[in-house]
């Protein structure tokens, strides 16, 4: 079945401590987000690949990174930088970067630092 | 810049009830879409439906129906005779650009129907 796989669906950090959170994709979309939800607010964009080995930075960029090596693949890399990383993570993909068509979810990854 | 404005925080309706969820946008560009998305206890959001900004025809769907009025800037999600599986958070977005770059979305509406 195609779709996107986020993993892992928890993760537990401490203080101090990089963590990546995974998405896989076998849609053959070239586009590919990454969304931060706190209790009660929307989706906010963190970063977006509309092609291999190229991404842009979004609202909430700070205190993350990623990398796009593979069309299917857009890890997360969350760092000791971003001071309040407790939050549920949508990774999304969509056909292409154009705007007329509907974003693909994940299942997310809870993250939770302790 | 782009926005969109959920403005109820949480509904709670009776098994059966109608019930609306409103959607207001903003944005420069001329050509825009508007979708929503339900998300269920389980986290992954579900895509419902996509509106283009040239096209205002209402649209239904089940128990699912679609008022777009551009003069209002609104797109706002009515579900009829709801049901308890109705109950998640709706969100609505904008999508905009060129390429697609800028997908907003609201804060989302928590809907709980009560049996």
């Known amino acids: 079945d195609g779709g996107i796989t986020q993993s892992p669906k928890y993760l537990f950090r401490k203080e101090g401590q990089n963590v990546t959170l995974s998405c896989e994709q076998n849609?053959?979309?070239?586009?590919m987000y990454w969304y931060r939800q706190d209790p009660g607010q929307g989706l906010r964009l963190i970063y977006y690949s509309q092609i291999v080995n190229d991404f842009q930075k979004g609202d909430i960029a700070e205190g993350y990174s990623v990398s796009r090596e593979k069309k299917e693949s857009f890890p997360l890399t969350v760092t000791s930088a971003q001071k309040n990383p407790t939050a549920f993570y949508l990774c999304a993909s969509r056909i292409s970067g154009t705007p007329n068509t509907e974003a693909f979810f994940g299942q997310g990854t809870r993250l939770t630092v302790v | 810049a782009q926005k969109v404005t959920q403005a109820q925080t949480e509904i709670s309706v009776v098994e059966k009830e109608d019930v609306t969820l409103d959607c207001v946008y903003e944005t420069r560009d001329t050509t825009y879409y508007l979708f929503w998305y339900k998300q269920p206890p389980s986290g992954e959001l579900v895509f419902l439906i996509r509106?283009?900004?040239?096209?205002?025809q209402n649209e239904i769907s089940g128990r699912y129906s679609w008022n777009f009025q551009k003069s209002t800037s609104s797109f706002n999600f009515t579900i009829t005779a709801s049901q308890v599986v109705d109950s998640a958070v709706y969100f609505c977005a904008l999508s905009e650009g060129h390429y697609g770059q800028n997908f907003v979305f609201g804060p989302g509406t928590r809907l709980s129907v009560l049996p």
């Open positions: 849609l053959n979309h070239d586009a």
């Open positions: 509106r283009n900004s040239f096209d205002e």
